[in-house]
């Protein structure tokens, strides 16, 4: 099939279904602005989880399918640094913000770990084999949490604000009537925290891979491992730092997840999420990450006001059927760059 075809094939897609979209029976549009609010919200945490996988991949041409469990791993070890145990005993009892520190700090260890006895032994093997790695250390990080923390889910998490508090932001009324859907909106506290948070990481991680040597270094072994070594770095060691760092990024949004929605196993699903975005955005870029975050939020939640049962319940797959129509139509992605290879 020719590339024109496709892309026709692709564009009348997209008409289908902005049309389909902009038909009053089809949506409530009543929960319309609402669902905008929380899908932009939720979007920014899965902005932040991608970065991670993003860096990864960068940094060695690795595509980690154990960062959902990373997340996962991060959130419950902040939840046992804060003492927050159900049995009464507490090994720990440190505040928020300490307890967090100290979970990165093993996320950290966990990296280099990782890089260095999983990772580097598989040099020079098919990339198969190494996704393959990736995902028996997802299993094996599930199986050691599970053993470890237990099965059930922990609601106790300590979270410096409540989920059920909102903000109730009033619309003016439009011609002296009020609309009804526009009466007010409402942003929970939670909710706004975590995606000021996530949005602020996610920007201070780009700052970092742009701005500083050691950023510059994964840039650098990122395009061309064989340049880099040749100019002087250390790639085994920029892979080192960058298992490291995105497990700093997988702590930080594991602790954003588990303050809306309490520690538990299922957290490590995020990441099939985030993959969506990242391939939305462009594979090899953070901006494009960031941006791939914020349209599977938005357009996960945007399913949700459809007045077709049928459509709202395959919420969770909408993210993957616009994935599928981008990539169609661009398949290095928004923001990823074309690459000609000669077979």
């Known amino acids: 099939m020719s590339n024109l075809v496709k892309r026709i094939i692709g564009g009348l897609a997209v008409l289908l279904i902005i049309f389909l979209m902009i038909q009053y029976e089809l949506m409530t549009w009543i929960l319309v602005p609402q669902q905008i609010i929380n899908g932009l919200l939720n979007g920014g945490t899965l902005a932040l989880i991608a970065l991670g996988i993003v860096l990864i991949f960068k940094s060695s041409e690795v595509f980690n399918f154990a960062q959902g469990h990373m ?8 939840w046992w640094f804060a003492g927050a145990t159900e049995d009464g005993t507490e090994l720990f009892n440190l505040p928020l913000w300490s ?4 979970a990165m700090i093993v ?6 770990v990782i890089e260095r006895l999983a990772l580097r032994p598989m040099t020079g093997q098919p990339l198969l084999s190494i996704i393959l790695m990736t995902l028996g250390l997802s299993q094996i990080m599930e199986g050691v ?6 099965v059930f889910p922990k609601g106790n998490f300590p979270a410096p604000f409540s989920p059920s508090d909102t903000f109730n932001i009033p619309i003016p009324p439009v011609n002296g009537e009020s609309i009804v859907f526009l009466d007010r909106l409402q942003i929970g506290h939670a909710r706004l925290a975590t995606f000021v948070v996530a949005i602020v990481a996610a920007l201070i991680f780009i700052a970092f891979f742009n701005y500083t040597n050691a950023g510059l270094a994964m840039r650098a072994t990122s395009e061309n491992h064989e340049l880099a070594r040749g100019i002087g770095i250390n790639v085994p060691r920029v892979f080192g730092w960058s298992w490291a760092i995105a497990g700093i990024v997988a702590t930080l949004g594991g602790v954003l ?3 809306l929605s309490g520690v538990s196993v299922n957290i490590a699903t995020v990441a099939l999420i985030a993959f969506p975005a990242i391939l939305l955005g462009g594979l090899e870029s953070f901006p494009g990450a960031i941006i791939g975050g914020l349209i599977v939020g938005l357009t996960s939640e945007l399913v949700k006001a459809s007045t077709i049962v049928e459509v709202r319940n395959g919420a969770d797959i909408a993210p993957y059927v616009l994935l599928l129509i981008v990539l169609f139509l661009r398949p290095e992605g928004l923001f990823g760059q074309h690459r000609i290879e000669r077979i």
């Open 107 to 112: 996320s950290v260890i966990l990296g280099f």
């Open 257 to 259: 997840l588990a303050t």
């Open 71 to 78: 997340v996962m791993l991060g959130a419950f070890l902040t």
């Open 145 to 150: 949490t599970t053993i470890t923390f237990g």
């Open 99 to 102: 307890a967090v520190i100290a």
